[in-house]
């Protein structure tokens, strides 16, 4: 057993001004609102502009969790970045953040898991806290996901949208993060992609052309099926039923996917945190930013039990059980 645990301080969130509705997107690509709508759940995204990177929209959640939690930037002594869209190659989009926060010295890093990045930070920054190397955790999720889309591809451009949530993850004497389950499987790297990087036909990040790539109905089933048995997981390894569960707040990249795992929850629709509608497919800033909503809504109060799940390009994926 661990001496000391970590808890949700505090959350926060920042979106782009910008948004772009469905029909927009019907003037770009051959598509329809009704299309998307039906198929996606998602209704409309933000946008970020052209002088607005991964580390604006990150630093502007971090004030923002900073602020809820009513502490001084100075006590934080982690922060973790997930993105997948790093404003540069380096450094991370974590030291970029810890400079404008004037925080000096703490350990600074950036994951990458993609659509389950958050999964992978909370667990991470769990760890630092409950060995005890840190007491207060900046953990941020950060996406410009539109500067990696091509916008004459409807198979992906009408899904993905910008965003930043963030949590501030303290020491506590009670577990708040109770437990996190973490899986990947490379075998399905072609499935969901951006073909091109820094050391592979960096050519075409260089031309503008590093666009996600994506077989949409494989990746559709692969999540279904994993997302389940990791809820699955969850609950059996914390010997918990269904019901236990109050709030699922799932990765929103469908509503049919959000609703195939409520389902395997028996959870109603009224208890799980939907904000795809609005937000689209923000990647790793997903979670963080229906986490944000529920909680700031008040609808997600103190106390309750959360289920966080997240699938995406990897395939990378994940849970966490958290009590709020
Ligand atoms: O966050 C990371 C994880 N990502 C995901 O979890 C995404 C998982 N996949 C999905 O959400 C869905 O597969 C999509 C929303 C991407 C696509 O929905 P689908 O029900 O799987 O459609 P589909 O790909 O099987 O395509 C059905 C039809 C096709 O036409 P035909 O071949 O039946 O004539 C597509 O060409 O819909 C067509 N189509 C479109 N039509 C209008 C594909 N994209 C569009 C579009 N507008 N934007």
Not at 85 to 98: E, G
Not at 104 to 112: I, K, L, N, T
Not at 178 to 184: G, K, M, N, R, T
Request: aromatic share 6%; proline share 3%.
């Amino acid at each position: 057993m661990s001496l000391y645990h970590s808890r949700i301080a505090s959350s926060g969130s920042y979106l782009p001004q910008r948004v772009m509705t469905n029909s927009e997107l019907e003037q770009m690509v051959e598509t329809s609102d009704e299309w998307i709508v039906a198929r996606t759940g998602i209704r409309e995204r933000r946008i970020a502009a052209e002088n607005e990177m991964t580390s604006d929209l990150a630093l502007k959640a971090a004030l923002n969790a900073i602020d809820a939690a009513n502490i001084d930037a100075q006590d934080i002594d982690l922060i973790v970045v997930a993105t997948t869209t790093p404003d540069l190659v380096f450094p991370s989009t974590a030291c970029l953040v810890q400079e404008r926060l004037g925080i000096r010295g703490c350990p600074a890093f950036d994951v990458q898991a993609v659509c389950a990045g958050f999964i992978y930070a909370i667990d991470i920054a769990d760890k630092f806290i409950k060995t005890g190397t840190a007491t207060k955790a900046l953990v941020i999720g950060a996406e410009t996901f539109s500067r990696i889309i091509d916008w004459q591809d409807r198979n992906t451009c009408i899904l993905f949208g910008d965003g930043a949530g963030a949590v501030i993850l303290e020491r506590s004497s009670e577990p708040g993060v109770v437990s996190s389950i973490l899986h990947a499987d490379g075998r399905y790297a072609d499935l969901l992609c951006v073909p091109v990087g820094v050391s592979s036909n960096y050519q075409k990040v260089v031309q503008g052309e590093a666009y996600t790539t994506m077989q949409g109905s494989e990746v559709f089933k692969v999540a279904v099926k994993k997302l389940g048995e990791s809820i699955d997981e969850i609950i059996v390894q914390n010997q918990l039923v269904y019901d236990d569960i109050d709030w699922m707040v799932p990765h929103q990249a469908n509503i049919r996917i959000i609703s195939a795992m409520a389902k395997k929850l028996k959870l109603p629709m009224e208890r799980v945190i939907v904000t795809v509608d609005t937000h689209g497919n923000t990647s790793a800033a997903s979670i963080p930013l229906a986490l944000d909503t529920g909680i700031r809504d008040g609808r997600i109060k103190r106390g309750q039990k959360l289920i966080l799940e997240g699938f995406g390009g990897g395939f990378a994926w994940g849970g966490t059980l958290i009590n709020y």
